[in-house]
């Protein structure tokens, strides 16, 4: 016991050396935060348009009116969600100043996906008290009527990827835009922010024709406007002359690349500096946007990697052992002959070679791997792969797949013998 105290003691004290160490470093940012998808300037550059345009669809709640309902849409990165909750504060600090009571209450639905779910969180939101399960959907409604019935206010409801709930029914949307004819005090609107612009396609008409009674498009913003964004931010983010000449615009060029994606924008602007005090540089410097670029990518795949099915990955892992094994370039039937032995030594059943090729496809447009249809003359054709991403780091997260950590067994076997052979 004695002996476990003084270990224990040690590796606390070896803690508290490293965070004295890591604390006593100088940091180049003065407030890492701004720098985050997250925060909320005081001013929102190049979205005039979209704020006076959103303001005067609200402003009849200030006067105790029903808005008109809204859509959204634009591309990741174009300022919608923070526009929205731009407007959104101001409209309830100007409603408390007019003693009118309006209350703006968002939505993620990537998270809050089902009718249930939104239902009951409104509900709760105003005082409500519906378990996050086990009621019948009418009777949530009825709950989430009362609750938000109890005062004469009016509530915007902020549907963020309203998208992704509409995927599972749009049923709750209907509810929202009828919801009115059934309150006698208070009022509510919607908004709806998508990113597809298609997203009214796939709406019932009677739902489509109530929901976007208007609506506003965000258009992506361009490398000048991405660098006034950045230029904004960075004075807020870090200490004087910390960026060097030419990283706010080379960030914001590579953004506007990416359809004008601000968010890109910003986590390669924060990467970068990570980088600079990670290798303790006083200054953020162009070299260390183009390491960003690529850990951010290689951050990337590894998330999707993540995500894929378990063949998907099986299939990954093969050609990982092809590469390491010397092959640069190898055949579909290469890979099929390995991705069978691999199956059978995890006890995964085996998808047939053409849903193979399928999968081979969906990685190649995942951007994990690089393929190529080549011409053998009278043998026909064939796809020759490559791979195209972090080998160390995409095998760990293999790995992580319980399903799939008896792999890592074979590694050594396979490393003191030819792979093709291994696997026959």
Known sequence: ?????????????????????LLTTTSIFKN???????????????????????????????????????????????????????????????????????????????????????????????????????????????????????????????????????KKGDEVLYNLSRVNSELKRSRVSIIGISNDLKFRNFLDPRVSSSLSEEEIVFPPYNAEQLRDILQQRAELAFYDDVVDDGVIDLCAALAAQEHGDARKALDLLRVSAEIAEKERCKKVTVDHVNKAVKKIEADHVIEVVRTLPTQSKILLFGMILLTESGTAKFTTGEVYS??????????????????????????????????????????GRTREIKLDVPINSVKSVILEDYRLKSLSKFEKQIKSSSTLNFFE
């Open 1 to 21: 016991m004695v002996k476990f105290l003084k270990h224990r003691e040690v590796i606390n004290l070896i803690l508290m050396n490293i965070f004295n160490r």
């Open 32 to 166: 890492r935060d701004v720098l985050r998808h997250t925060y909320m300037p005081e001013q929102l550059p190049h979205r005039d348009e979209q704020i006076e345009a959103l303001a005067s669809i609200l402003v009849p709640a200030l006067r105790g009116e029903t808005p008109s309902n809204i859509l959204v849409y634009g591309k990741t990165g174009t300022g919608k969600t923070a526009t929205i909750k731009f407007v959104g504060k101001q409209l309830e600090e100007v409603s408390a100043k007019m003693n009118v009571k309006c209350h703006v209450h968002y939505l993620n639905c990537e998270v809050i996906d089902t009718q249930y779910r939104v239902l009951a969180s409104i509900a709760n939101v105003f005082g409500g008290n519906v378990p996050m399960t086990g009621w019948p959907t009418d009777q949530v409604y009825e709950e989430m009527k009362k609750a938000i019935d109890r005062e004469d206010r009016t509530v915007i409801v902020v549907l963020d990827e309203v998208d992704k709930l509409v």
């Open 338 to 379: 390995i991705y069978k032995s691999l199956c059978k030594k995890v006890g995964l059943s085996v998808l047939t070679q053409r849903r193979i090729s399928d999968l081979i496809s969906e990685l190649d447009m995942l951007g994990i791997i690089n393929s190529i249809v080549i011409s053998k003359g009278r043998y």
